[in-house]
């Protein structure tokens, strides 16, 4: 199983804190906004999904999606985030920063659930263990994990002197870019190239 089909497995899980904490009535219809730059029919999406059936949470029976939250790009967060808000969602499942800065602003009663780097950090919780307010949610702590992979890169490429970094800028944020590329300078006295790029744009990327 992939990282990210592995956290999304997470995401389910955790979802059962605005969900599974009320009894589930037989006749209710639960209604969940996802907000991510992922697709529907995407692998991590399609992991979710598995999930939320897993614990009980089935479209079409008793989970309904609010529109408008798949494929979601920061450049929509103005119109859709308000949006999202006014067609009352049960829970919203946020993935990235930007966006989930702007719903934690927007609302202080609707249950957030946010994937990030650090939730702490990005100020969404005031603790692991105590996040308080309207947001729980999970911390990737990917920063740590991409120097292990840079440095399996480079041992298996050691002449590199330049390293490419693609990253989805409805996600990554530039911290994330920026101790990426300290971690490789340090480490390996090589260069990491960080070019935040949204999906749309990667296929030309390599062209620059």
Request: aromatic share 6%; with cysteine; glycine share 10%.
């Amino acid at each position: 199983m992939r990282r990210r089909d592995l956290i999304s497995l997470f995401g389910g899980a955790t979802l059962a804190w605005p969900l599974g904490a009320r009894a589930q009535e037989p006749s209710r219809v639960y209604r969940l906004a996802i907000v991510t730059s992922a697709g529907r029919d995407e692998p991590a999406t399609l992991a979710f999904l598995d999930e939320l059936r897993a614990q009980g949470f089935v479209e079409g029976k008793n989970l309904e999606f609010v529109s408008g939250g798949f494929r979601f790009s920061n450049e929509q967060a103005a119109a859709m985030v308000p949006a999202i808000i006014s067609a009352a969602p049960d829970a919203i499942v946020i993935a990235g920063d930007f966006i989930a800065e702007k719903f934690q602003k927007a609302t202080k009663s609707t249950p957030l659930v946010v994937m990030t780097e650090d939730m702490v950090a990005a100020g969404f919780a005031a603790s692991l263990s105590k996040p308080g307010g309207n947001i729980t949610g999970i911390s990737l702590m990917s920063p740590d994990l991409d120097g292990k992979r840079q440095d399996i890169l480079i041992e298996a490429v050691p002449a590199a002197r330049r390293i490419a970094v693609l990253a989805d800028s409805n996600v990554a944020t530039l911290g994330h870019l920026r101790a990426l590329e300290t971690s490789t300078r340090s480490a390996h006295g090589k260069r990491a190239v960080g070019r935040s790029c949204c999906k749309r744009q990667r296929g030309s990327a390599g062209h620059e």
